[in-house]
């Protein structure tokens, strides 16, 4: 329990500046379109997102970790499997507080203005819960931290070259999704799907993930590549 409770505070504190930056600016915005709302909501329809912004700021935090704190665990003299197990826990320690923080933003909101909330859970339910507002986004900050991370050990292991080729190669999947015509089937099956079919196969894909990436650590140095 001391390993895990030193290991939450070393994580947290590598990230603690740029997550209250990250919140003050979100907040900023948000209050400023509040405002914007009550003397122009007449005129004009405000549109906002409070989760995008959060999956994108994880995603971007995640792709940063082994740099930042692989070295310094390994150097205190933790495995790498020992590493992997607090970082998946800080990771979902994380999800649940971000994914709290900003589904009740988003609830609060409609109250104090007419402000058009964007979410994804609305293309499977006009008039979500809060539980399932929740649920769906600590699924996907989960989905966007692992995301983040697999990007930032391709670099650590593969370097830049390999790391850029990497993301050229997704690059190429909207593109033949387009060339193919495979967003329409993809629409229909996410206008289709079950709110729980949709949680349960993203958790089990960012477990497989996160699988790939404990196996791709293993072996890792201390100093990336």
């Given at each position: 329990?001391?390993?895990?409770k030193?290991c939450f505070?070393?994580l947290f504190?590598s990230?603690?500046k740029?997550?209250?930056?990250?919140w003050?600016?979100?907040?900023?915005?948000?209050?400023?379109?509040?405002?914007?709302?009550?003397?122009f909501?007449?005129n004009?329809?405000?549109?906002?997102?409070?989760?995008?912004p959060v999956?994108?700021?994880?995603?971007?935090m995640?792709?940063?970790l082994?740099n930042k704190t692989?070295?310094?665990?390994?150097?205190?003299g933790l495995?790498r499997?020992?590493?992997?197990?607090?970082?998946?826990l800080?990771?979902i320690?994380?999800?649940l507080?971000?994914s709290?923080?900003?589904?009740c933003?988003?609830k609060?909101?409609?109250?104090?203005?007419n402000?058009?909330?964007i979410?994804?859970i609305?293309?499977?339910d006009n008039?979500?819960?809060f539980?399932?507002m929740?649920?769906l986004?600590?699924v996907?900050?989960?989905f966007?931290l692992?995301?983040?991370?697999?990007l930032?050990?391709?670099?650590?292991?593969?370097?830049?070259?390999?790391?850029?080729?990497?993301?050229?190669?997704?690059?190429l999947i909207p593109?033949v999704?387009?060339?193919?015509?495979?967003?329409?089937?993809?629409?229909?099956?996410?206008?289709?799907?079950?709110?729980?079919?949709?949680?349960?196969?993203?958790?089990?894909?960012s477990a497989?993930?996160y699988?790939?990436?404990t196996?791709?650590i293993r072996?890792a140095?201390?100093n990336?590549?």
């Amino acid at each position: 329990m001391k390993i895990i409770k030193g290991c939450f505070y070393v994580l947290f504190q590598s990230y603690k500046k740029q997550i209250m930056t990250f919140w003050c600016i979100l907040f900023s915005i948000i209050l400023l379109s509040v405002f914007l709302s009550k003397f122009f909501g007449q005129n004009i329809s405000i549109a906002i997102s409070v989760s995008i912004p959060v999956y994108i700021f994880y995603g971007i935090m995640a792709a940063k970790l082994l740099n930042k704190t692989l070295p310094y665990f390994l150097k205190l003299g933790l495995s790498r499997l020992q590493y992997m197990f607090n970082v998946g826990l800080f990771f979902i320690s994380w999800s649940l507080i971000g994914s709290f923080i900003s589904t009740c933003t988003q609830k609060i909101i409609p109250y104090v203005s007419n402000l058009f909330i964007i979410h994804p859970i609305l293309l499977i339910d006009n008039s979500p819960s809060f539980l399932r507002m929740m649920t769906l986004d600590t699924v996907l900050l989960l989905f966007f931290l692992t995301s983040g991370l697999l990007l930032n050990v391709v670099f650590y292991r593969l370097g830049t070259l390999g790391g850029y080729s990497f993301i050229g190669l997704l690059g190429l999947i909207p593109i033949v999704t387009i060339i193919f015509k495979w967003y329409s089937p993809l629409f229909d099956l996410l206008s289709n799907i079950s709110t729980f079919a949709l949680l349960s196969s993203l958790l089990v894909f960012s477990a497989f993930l996160y699988s790939i990436i404990t196996m791709a650590i293993r072996n890792a140095s201390v100093n990336p590549a």
